[in-house]
């Protein structure tokens, strides 16, 4: 089909958070198989990694337990999974272009500013105990994120079971900042909004949830879905979850897009005008 091109300017930009905005995911997957290399399994591969990536911790873990057949129950691996993430999460990193994006974006809402505000808010399946580990020593990274603007997995506001590929969470993060917008300034459309993620589950769960989606995952997850690249734009890979095809994409609809990295963002491809720095 013909590409839409007569979008409206973005207003909003929802952020996802691991593999995304920090280098979590080699992360997890170092964790997963020193696990799997001490009960002596093979180690995890990209096509089970990328099954897991962008869900809600208790669903990855199970499609993992279900492949890796480990000879020891889901909270015993909870557990030495725990102990892992607590030595290594505090060393995340922001991935490249990650800074420079969020500063650009934040300086859209500064007082005395004339271009549009783009607001944004964070989307993450993390609860709030890794994502206390992941973003601790990065405050000056995620200040920019309004604490109300925060949607985590474990978020009370969520309905438990409905984590991604379903929408609700970024539905979530738009309600937050539609709840908090200047008066007078007119609530934003979810196709106003622009979904940043590494996922295929969340690619999915930005595309039901009628939203515009940058794709920019892992150079390994990217090579995993070779030749489906469409596919993963529409949100129609039929690997992410129950498919309801109506609340999805179409080939080549224009709604989203690969990027490599988040370096070079091309705001103006977007209708987003980012005032220059401060003197």
């Not at 738009?174 to 940043?196: H, M, R």
């Given at each position: 089909m013909a590409p839409r091109t007569d979008f409206p300017p973005v207003r909003a930009c929802l952020f996802d958070m691991d593999g995304l905005l920090l280098d979590t995911e080699d992360i997890y997957t170092l964790c997963v198989n020193l696990i799997l290399d001490?009960?002596?399994?093979?180690?995890?591969?990209?096509?089970i990694k990328a099954q897991l990536q962008g869900r809600p911790g208790p669903d990855a873990n199970k499609i993992l337990l279900d492949w890796a057949q480990l000879p020891i129950s889901?909270?015993?691996?909870?557990?030495?999974?725990?102990?892992?993430?607590?030595?290594?999460?505090?060393?995340?990193k922001p991935l490249p272009g990650v800074p420079?994006?969020?500063?650009?974006?934040?300086?859209?809402?500064?007082?005395?500013?004339?271009?549009?505000?783009?607001?944004?808010?964070?989307?993450?399946?993390?609860?709030?105990?890794?994502?206390?580990l992941k973003?601790?020593?990065?405050?000056?990274?995620?200040?920019?994120?309004?604490?109300?603007?925060?949607v985590v997995g474990d978020d009370s506001r969520l309905k438990p079971g409905r984590g991604k590929p379903l929408?609700?969470?970024?539905?979530?993060?738009?309600?937050?900042?539609?709840?908090?917008?200047?008066e007078g300034e007119a609530p934003i459309k979810p196709e106003e909004c622009l979904v940043f993620e590494d996922s295929v589950p969340g690619v999915e769960a930005g595309r039901r949830a009628g939203m515009r989606v940058v794709w920019?995952?892992?150079?390994?997850?990217?090579?995993?879905?070779?030749?489906?690249?469409?596919?993963v734009l529409a949100g129609r890979t039929g690997k992410a979850g129950d498919v309801d095809l109506h609340q999805v994409g179409e080939l080549g609809?224009?709604?989203?897009?690969?990027?490599?990295?988040?370096?070079?963002?091309?705001?103006?491809?977007y209708g987003m005008v980012i005032p220059p720095p401060k003197a």
């Amino acid at each position: 089909m013909a590409p839409r091109t007569d979008f409206p300017p973005v207003r909003a930009c929802l952020f996802d958070m691991d593999g995304l905005l920090l280098d979590t995911e080699d992360i997890y997957t170092l964790c997963v198989n020193l696990i799997l290399d001490k009960y002596s399994r093979p180690s995890m591969p990209w096509s089970i990694k990328a099954q897991l990536q962008g869900r809600p911790g208790p669903d990855a873990n199970k499609i993992l337990l279900d492949w890796a057949q480990l000879p020891i129950s889901s909270q015993e691996y909870a557990v030495e999974t725990a102990a892992l993430h607590q030595k290594l999460f505090p060393g995340t990193k922001p991935l490249p272009g990650v800074p420079e994006l969020l500063t650009s974006l934040s300086r859209t809402a500064e007082p005395g500013v004339d271009s549009p505000t783009v607001h944004i808010a964070l989307a993450t399946s993390s609860h709030m105990g890794n994502f206390k580990l992941k973003t601790s020593h990065l405050a000056d990274v995620f200040s920019v994120f309004p604490p109300h603007r925060q949607v985590v997995g474990d978020d009370s506001r969520l309905k438990p079971g409905r984590g991604k590929p379903l929408p609700d969470i970024f539905l979530l993060a738009l309600q937050t900042i539609n709840d908090s917008l200047p008066e007078g300034e007119a609530p934003i459309k979810p196709e106003e909004c622009l979904v940043f993620e590494d996922s295929v589950p969340g690619v999915e769960a930005g595309r039901r949830a009628g939203m515009r989606v940058v794709w920019c995952p892992h150079p390994m997850l990217k090579e995993e879905y070779a030749g489906l690249e469409e596919e993963v734009l529409a949100g129609r890979t039929g690997k992410a979850g129950d498919v309801d095809l109506h609340q999805v994409g179409e080939l080549g609809d224009g709604w989203a897009e690969y990027l490599a990295s988040l370096e070079n963002f091309p705001y103006e491809k977007y209708g987003m005008v980012i005032p220059p720095p401060k003197a």
